[in-house]
């Protein structure tokens, strides 16, 4: 509701604009909500991409999409735009060669959703180079090799999958509220609980830097280490 009305008073502030309205009243706007908090653990982690894996042919790309996201913290339509090596028209790019992942379309302007390059962990990069050589083109492709466009079914399949065959393991797991958007939350969390610092986390996950202590601070060994130190000294 509260994106509706805010698209509401844009729509309003633009027709004064264009002088289709004489004024714009102003909207009044629900409080922001709580920011999710929902991130994967490795087993879950693991899990999932598991129940990815046990798709059919159609489906088993969504395990690239799910790599992606754990190693890159990109947000979903970046990642179904990224291109391989190739500076493709309306889409991004992972460089294999220098290790650098493109965000950004090259004539695409950037937006508060940042997307800005970043350089790729190791293990991830050889996996991507691995994939160049058999002649991927895409970071996710289907297995005729052409680009992926939605995942919205096999996302939902895969986490079915994932809940089952974690189940026939006698391990209850729930991923019911686990969204695409949760892998950059994994990402951004096991990097802060890895000691990797604020500055850092949000130049490698075009985040910005107000987010990161606001929304994971809490994850990371070092939050709040000089208040408790302070409160801990002897007078």
């Given at each position: 509701v509260r994106r509706e009305l805010g698209v509401l008073q844009a729509a309003m502030n633009f027709c004064v604009k264009e002088g289709l309205l004489d004024s714009a009243p102003k909207v009044s706007l629900p409080p922001s909500p709580a920011p999710r908090e929902r991130w994967l653990t490795p087993q879950e982690a693991a899990w999932l991409i598991r129940g990815a894996r046990a798709l059919n042919r159609d489906g088993r790309h969504l395990a690239y999409f799910i790599l992606c996201g754990l190693y890159t913290g990109s947000r979903k339509q970046t990642i179904l735009n990224l291109a391989i090596n190739n500076r493709a028209a309306g889409a991004g790019y992972v460089d294999t060669k220098n290790g650098v992942i493109?965000?950004?379309?090259?004539?695409?302007?950037?937006?508060?959703?940042?997307?800005?390059?970043?350089?790729?962990?190791?293990?991830?990069?050889?996996?991507?180079?691995?994939?160049?050589?058999?002649?991927?083109?895409?970071?996710?492709?289907?297995?005729?090799?052409?680009?992926?466009?939605?995942?919205?079914?096999?996302?939902?399949?895969?986490?079915?999958?994932?809940?089952?065959?974690?189940?026939?393991?006698?391990?209850h797991l729930d991923l019911s509220d686990v969204v695409p958007h949760t892998l950059k939350h994994t990402a951004i969390t096991w990097a802060l609980q890895r000691g990797a610092s604020i500055w850092d986390v949000a130049g490698m996950f075009s985040t910005s830097v107000e987010t990161v202590p606001r929304v994971y601070g809490h994850h990371s060994p070092d939050w709040q280490k000089s208040e408790v130190d302070a409160m801990n000294r002897k007078r």
């Open positions: 493109y965000r950004k379309p090259e004539e695409k302007i950037e937006t508060k959703k940042r997307q800005r390059p970043a350089r790729l962990p190791r293990r991830y990069l050889a996996h991507l180079a691995r994939q160049a050589a058999a002649g991927r083109r895409f970071v996710v492709e289907d297995y005729k090799g052409r680009r992926v466009k939605d995942i919205k079914s096999g996302w939902r399949r895969a986490i079915r999958l994932a809940e089952e065959l974690a189940a026939k393991k006698g391990i």
